[in-house]
T-cell receptor, first 112, second 114 residues
Framework: GAGVSQSPSNKVTEKGKDVELRCDPI?????LYWYRQRLGQGLEFLIY????????KSGLPSDRFSAERTGESVSTLTIQRTQQEDSAVYLC??????????FGSGTRLTVV | AQSVAQPEDQVNVAEGNPLTVKCTYS??????LFWYVQYPNRGLQFLLK??????LVKGSYGFEAEFNKSQTSFHLKKPSALVSDSALYFC????????????FGPGTRLSVLP
């Protein structure tokens, strides 16, 4: 597509529930990134996919967080047993290798 | 490992005056440097980048940045600030030799006062 698409744009969930966030990258982009941005804060790296290489999961904050990517296509970020501190905007970006990353509009997650 | 520092949480400037938002970086290989801007309730928008070539890079909305290898800096500048430039600005670095991910600075909030 023309840009990076994230869904849903907003998600309110109850504490303890699982949530799944989706990212559709720009077609042909080999790299895909997930970041978390808490209110008024900077970007916190979560995970990075590059082609068929093993993903860099070093930023995932706990084992409740996981992400998958099918080839060079869609990625899903799953948060299990959500906690209130998981409330944030989750941003996805994609890029060609060594090129500019293009960001989606994000998913605003609120855990109540 | 890569890292980015933005030493100022907040920068205030009067409309029409020049603005500078500072960024310093650390990377093992060749630095690929980027500036992004975030307006309220919006995603990040790309402003400009340095990969190679001329140290002075020009980007969107009249912004420019100067790559200084000896000082490991990539400060964002604009000759004449607009109120509409008020936003959150992020500097990012990528290791050009090792292909690692983008590492972002903590962000600098720019307020341009009328």
């Amino acid at each position: 597509g023309a840009g990076v698409s994230q869904s849903p744009s907003n998600k309110v969930t109850e504490k303890g529930k699982d949530v799944e966030l989706r990212c559709d990258p720009i077609s042909g982009h080999t790299a895909l990134y997930w970041y978390r941005q808490r209110l008024g804060q900077g970007l916190e790296f979560l995970i990075y996919f590059q082609g068929n290489s093993a993903p860099d999961k070093s930023g995932l904050p706990s084992d409740r967080f996981s992400a998958e990517r099918t080839g060079e296509s869609v990625s899903t970020l799953t948060i299990q047993r959500t906690q209130q501190e998981d409330s944030a905007v989750y941003l996805c970006a994609s890029s060609l290798a060594f090129h500019t990353a293009t960001f989606g509009s994000g998913t605003r997650l609120t855990v109540v | 490992a890569q890292s980015v520092a933005q030493p100022e949480d907040q920068v205030n400037v009067a409309e029409g005056n020049p603005l500078t938002v500072k960024c310093t970086y650390s990377v093992s290989g060749n630095p690929y440097l980027f500036w992004y801007v975030q307006y309220p309730n919006r995603g990040l928008q790309f402003l400009l980048k340095y990969i190679t070539g001329d140290n002075l890079v020009k980007g969107s909305y009249g912004f420019e940045a100067e790559f200084n290898k000896s000082q490991t800096s990539f400060h964002l500048k604009k000759p004449s600030a607009l109120v509409s430039d008020s936003a959150l600005y992020f500097c990012a670095v990528r290791d050009g030799d090792y292909g690692q991910n983008f590492v972002f600075g903590p962000g600098t909030r720019l307020s341009v006062l009328p």
